[in-house]
Each structure stands twice: as structure tokens, then as C-alpha cells.
């Protein structure tokens, strides 16, 4: 589920675990795949294949402006935790056509910032892309703001 637009906040830990606010604009789109690894366990006896789901996998894809803001910069955020290897908490939150207040979709989860590339193109904005994989044995959630 690839989620974009105006009413979308993200928040990611720093290098040093506080939760940091980025700037309304500088994330483009955040892709939140969740999906299960599925086992074959047809039987010779079955006329169709049949399946069980295994562990999830839930990898998330941020882009975004590369922005170098004191505290709360994409940049200063991603690249430090990355750089530190350390353990980051995300949370998205999702308006409905609003800024998201109490009832609306968030989806929170513990990752590691597996790979931040960035995009140079002259004439152009300076973009990111950050891929996140779940940290911990417990898979992340949807819930409500």
C-alpha cells in the first residue's frame, strides 16, 4: 500500500531514539507492504494447490526531499540512524482528507534501516529512498491514532 498526499504524517527515531515529526511536504510517498510467505501444502490426493502463511514480511519504502533541518531533517534523521545501525520506531499517521486526529489509521512498527540512497539530477531537487525491515519478532501493526 503506497500512501502519498497532504494529510500524511511520518515520524521516525533518530540516532539517539526520540520520535522526530518530518515536515509537512518533504515525504513524497511510503510504500507499507505486509505480506506472508505462503507453503505449498498440496497433497497429491487435491485437485488445486493449497497453501498455509508462514512469517510475514512487512518491508516499508520511504521517499522523500532530502532535507538537512536541524532535529528533524530527512537527511539528519535517516542518515544518522542509519550510519548508527540502530533500532528505529515509525509511525504513520493517515488523515481522512484532514490532518489525522483521533479515530484515523497508524501504522507503528520497531525496523532497521536496511539501504538510504539518495538522488542527484541537475536542475532538480535533491530525493531519498529509505527501505525498512521489521526489527523485532513481532511484525508492525494497524491501529488508531
Known sequence: MALAGDHVVVKLDDSGGTLRTFAEGDIMSIDLGMNFDQ???????????KVINGQ??????????????????????????????????????????AAPTSGD???????FIESYKSSLETGKAVTFEAILKPATGAGPTWGTV
Open 39 to 49: 507453503h505449498d501444502v498440496t497433497g497429491f490426493g487435491d485437485s488445486a494447490h
Open 56 to 97: 510475514l514480511n512487512a518491508p516499508v519504502t520511504l521517499r522523500g526531499y532530502l532535507t538537512t533541518t536541524a532535529l528533524t531533517g530527512t537527511h539528519t534523521v535517516i542518515n544518522g540512524a542509519f550510519v548508527a545501525g540502530t533500532q528505529v520506531s515509525l509511525e504513520v499517521q493517515v488523515g481522512n482528507n
Open 105 to 111: 489509521p497508524k501504522y507503528t512498527g520497531e525496523f
